[in-house]
């Protein structure tokens, strides 16, 4: 399994440093072209000794039929068969360190994106207004606690710092938030997907996070296999046709699920990063497309626009953004980031997104399709959240709050509320 194309690295390492360097990513890449020197040599060999054997093993026949001893011809092939094992030996020495050496480069970004972290990131537009609240708007941590629908205190007990426990119209709001996603999905076409939260390793590596991160997610010990729990839906969506040859007719494949997403990262970045912003478990709605080549774009375009209407459908101010190489995740060759406004602090925080990864997971997974004339190629694949909830709801509660306390339903989610229009405060 090769992840990014060795053909590109040999034939034009120097663009492939640079892409690389965009995603500030020290790449040199005079290991590799020997490495593939070598490899080209060995092969050379091998084959010139299979050649020479074919040839002195057809001089057998004649040998005989002339009364000649065949048997100095017997020991050449048995020596040139001996120094191809060895060779073969090192050959597959030399495609190990290849595949080590390349399967933890990050995948090149699109050439139109911008080099450098998220300092260069770009904004594309912003949907809503910044309210201005004719009262002293309170945080979504105080306004959870005096509506009684978070439990912070009894989460920290029963688990530990980073987690929350969501109760009675919480609850509801948040069930009601991952029913209006998955009912815009199933309206859009996309197949329902409920995945193990268990994965193997081929999984986490098919979808990139595995060599690099592999000590970035959890693992469960005692089981054998190994075995790590999903950090996303993506992790588990994009192995699904893992190994697989799909025809034109199956593509696209639009899949999206439902799914706890278990993280590492959790911890206060930020003094105001407390509450929900920032957790070892959140839920998510994740979309993922497998497409052709040539329409992984369209499909980008597509899941950004599908992620943004959800926010509008819930009447929520934000803001898209496009990230800067550097910014981009590892497997990403371009991503779109959709941020949601929180007043109390006064920044965007990211609650979706978008990304292209090209044929980088495909590559790794070995995800094919063939075309017309029966060419094989390897799809691309796409993921973008629709939409994680540990954000949008500290969002609508700060952005809905009302003067006395109490939080408008956005009325896309009242259907799923049994028709409520607000939740009262309690305390």
């Excluded at 002293?136 to 688990?159: F, G």
């Excluded at 005692?222 to 007719?249: D, M, Q, Y």
């Excluded at 052709?292 to 599908?306: L, P, R, Y």
């Amino acid at each position: 399994m090769i992840m990014i194309d060795p053909k590109l690295i040999e034939e034009r390492p120097e663009y492939v440093k640079e892409a690389l360097a965009k995603k500030l990513w020290d790449f040199d890449p005079s290991l590799l072209l020997s490495l593939f020197q070598k490899r080209r040599e060995l092969r050379k060999e091998v084959e010139s000794n299979k050649a020479e054997q074919n040839r002195l093993s057809a001089l057998v026949p004649s040998y005989k039929k002339e009364g000649k001893d065949p048997s100095s011809i017997f020991v050449k092939v048995k020596n040139l068969a001996a120094q191809n094992k060895d060779k073969e030996e090192e050959l597959k020495d030399i495609e190990a360190k290849i595949q080590k050496n390349i399967e933890v480069l990050p995948n090149l970004p699109d050439d139109d994106l911008i080099g450098g972290g998220k300092e260069n990131n770009q904004p594309i537009r912003e949907w809503g207004s910044k309210e201005k609240f004719s009262f002293t708007p309170k945080d979504h941590v105080t306004l959870a606690e005096s509506l009684d629908i978070i439990d912070y205190k009894r989460a920290a007990k029963i688990s530990g710092s980073g987690t929350w426990i969501y109760k009675g119209e919480g609850a509801e709001l948040e069930w009601a938030l991952l029913n209006y996603f998955i009912s815009e999905h199933l309206k859009d076409g996309y197949h329902f997907i409920l995945p193990p939260h268990l994965l193997n390793v081929d999984s986490g590596y098919t979808s990139g996070q595995f060599p690099k991160f592999k000590e970035e997610v959890f693992y469960l010990e005692g089981l054998e296999p190994k075995k790590f729990l999903l950090p996303t839906a993506e992790t588990a969506l994009v192995n699904l046709h893992r190994n697989e040859i799909l025809s034109l007719e199956d593509l696209p494949k639009k899949y999206f699920s439902y799914t706890p997403c278990y993280r590492k990262e959790a911890g206060s970045y930020r003094t105001e990063e407390r509450g929900m912003i920032r957790g070892y478990q959140f839920n998510k709605v994740e979309m993922v497309q497998y497409t052709k080549e040539d329409e992984s774009d369209n499909a980008f375009t597509e899941m950004v626009e599908k992620a943004e209407r959800l926010l509008q459908g819930l009447g929520l101010t934000y803001r898209l953004d496009k990230l800067a190489a550097g910014d981009c995740s590892h497997s990403m060759a371009r991503t779109y980031d959709i941020e949601v406004w929180i007043p109390s602090m006064g920044i965007y925080k990211e609650v979706s997104s978008v990304s292209n990864a090209r044929d980088y997971q495909a590559r790794r997974g070995m995800i094919r399709y063939k075309d017309e004339n029966g060419k094989t190629h390897y799809c691309h694949t796409l993921n973008g959240s629709g939409l994680a909830t540990s954000r949008v709801f500290p969002a609508l509660l700060e952005q809905c709050q009302q003067e006395d306390g109490s939080v408008i339903i956005p009325e896309v989610l009242r259907p799923f509320m049994r028709g409520k229009e607000r939740i009262l405060p309690k305390k």
